[in-house]
């Protein structure tokens, strides 16, 4: 029997995604980590800070699949930056997707809170295909997520205020001293999960002048009664 050219393309198509679903196999049992709280996940990040999700770019590495996604940064936590690239596994590349299970997943425009580890100094290898100009690239470090993804928070806006999720975890087992478990994240307003991230830092909030005129005026009156 000869085949088409159409043909081999198409037996070449599924070779590569029967390759992947073994890849995606075996990585599965690989997303057992050590379970961390708050703060050693604050302890342990080289970096944390909040933004919007600008872009993202996949590529072929070591015959894995990995992730690039660029976040503008609008707060730093730990850290100043004004922008920063994190590398994940898996993604996909023209018609082949590799998924790993607990692993962070972004979307261009989602707002993040983010515990990174610095891997590299630099993105200059991959700076063209992330719109960064070289001059950035420079002063870009390359980022993974502390404790796979339970580093990596989604803040959505619910009711007029801005709440805090941790969706990609229930993928993931965990290993504590009792055993290992499935962690549960209960959403919590952002005010309230930065108070907690400013106390593990080690300090408090700068206050804005509306809150300070704010603590002023409450004041007076409370003088005054």
Do not use: C
Request: glycine share 6%.
């Amino acid at each position: 029997m000869v085949l088409s050219s159409g043909g081999w393309m198409k037996k070449i198509k599924l070779t590569l995604i029967v390759i992947m679903l073994l890849i995606m196999s075996n990585i599965a049992y690989s997303t057992t980590v050590v379970r961390l709280n708050l703060s050693e996940m604050t302890t342990k990040a080289d970096y944390i800070g909040k933004g919007v999700v600008e872009r993202e770019y996949s590529q072929w590495e070591d015959n894995k699949i990995y992730t690039y996604t660029v976040v503008k940064v609008n707060k730093n936590y730990k850290g100043n930056k004004d922008k920063v690239v994190i590398k994940t596994l898996g993604g996909t590349v023209d018609d082949i997707a590799m998924k790993v299970p607990g692993q962070a997943k972004f979307n261009e425009d989602d707002e993040v809170l983010t515990f990174l580890e610095k891997q590299k100094d630099d993105v200059i290898s991959v700076r063209k295909n992330l719109g960064i100009s070289s001059y950035e690239a420079q002063h870009i470090p390359e980022y993974s997520i502390v404790g796979f993804s339970q580093g990596k928070f989604s803040i959505k806006d619910e009711n007029g205020k801005k709440i805090v999720h941790n969706d990609e975890t229930f993928e993931l087992e965990l290993v504590t001293h009792e055993g290992i478990v499935n962690k549960e994240f209960k959403s919590i307003p952002l005010e309230e999960f930065e108070k907690q991230i400013y106390k593990h830092l080690g300090y408090k909030e700068k206050k804005t002048i509306f809150q300070i005129v704010k603590n002023f005026i409450l004041k007076i009156f409370s003088f005054l009664r």
